[in-house]
């Protein structure tokens, strides 16, 4: 079954300072994959996706992320933090065709705190 | 503007009692999605749909129940049968199962 791991459950920066969560999956063939924020009492808002083509994905807010196959990540990079970054961000891992499942598969999400 | 409604915001359950949590799309979308969000657990999925009349049990499904009679509603009810449903409730859609999910802004379900 496809799984993904975000090990990183709580990371402080200081704004300004550049950030990368992390983010690992498990799926057989290529994924689609996700990144999504949540702002506290929120719906998720998509960040970037990644479905094929150029491994370097740019989303929204100044994030990327980049695929990486050989270590089965996803990690998103922002180079330079606002304080308006602190947020709960979830990586996702699209429908798994094998399976029958189609839905999308979260991670446990990372909470990052930004420091003034 | 399109966009996935939810409602209400804040939801009461007494012992004993079933509800139902709202969630309504205009975006046209086929796929409609239920999560439940507790804390440091991310998002698990309650139960999805990919058409109207027709939906399938995701990883928690025990004591929900849902319907999908109209394309753009996907009513989620909480039955007395769930005996911890206390938790941050998120409805989302998508074109199909790979796209990216568009979410509601949830709704928050507590025990009386």
């Known amino acids: 079954a496809q799984s993904v791991t975000q090990p990183d459950i709580h990371i402080t920066v200081s704004e300004g300072a550049s950030l990368e969560l992390r983010c690992n999956y498990s799926y057989g063939a290529t994924p689609y994959l996700f990144w999504y924020v949540q702002s506290p009492g929120q719906g998720l808002q998509l960040l970037l996706k990644y479905f094929s083509g150029d491994t370097l994905v740019q989303g929204i807010k100044g994030f990327e992320a980049e695929f990486k196959r050989s270590q089965s990540s996803f990690n998103l990079r922002k180079p330079s933090v606002h304080w308006s970054d602190a947020a709960e961000y979830f990586c996702a891992v699209g429908a798994q065709k094998d399976t029958g499942r189609r839905a999308l598969t979260f991670g446990s999400g990372t909470r990052l705190q930004v420091q003034p | 503007d399109g966009g996935i409604t939810q409602s209400p915001k804040y939801l009461f359950r007494k012992e004993g009692q079933n509800v139902t949590l709202s969630c309504e799309q205009n975006?046209?979308?086929?796929?409609m999605y239920w999560y439940r969000q507790d804390p440091g657990q991310g998002l698990r999925l309650i139960y999805y749909?990919?058409?109207?009349?027709?939906?399938q049990k995701g990883d928690i499904a025990e004591g929900y129940s849902v319907s999908r009679e109209k394309k753009e509603s996907f009513p989620l009810t909480v039955t007395s049968a769930q005996k911890n449903p206390t938790a941050f409730y998120l409805c989302?859609?998508?074109?199909?199962?790979?796209?990216?999910?568009?979410f509601g802004d949830g709704t928050r379900l507590s025990i009386l």
């Open positions: 975006l046209n979308h086929d796929a």
């Open positions: 989302a859609s998508s074109r199909d199962g790979n796209q990216p999910q568009h």
């Open positions: 749909s990919q058409i109207v009349n027709d939906f």
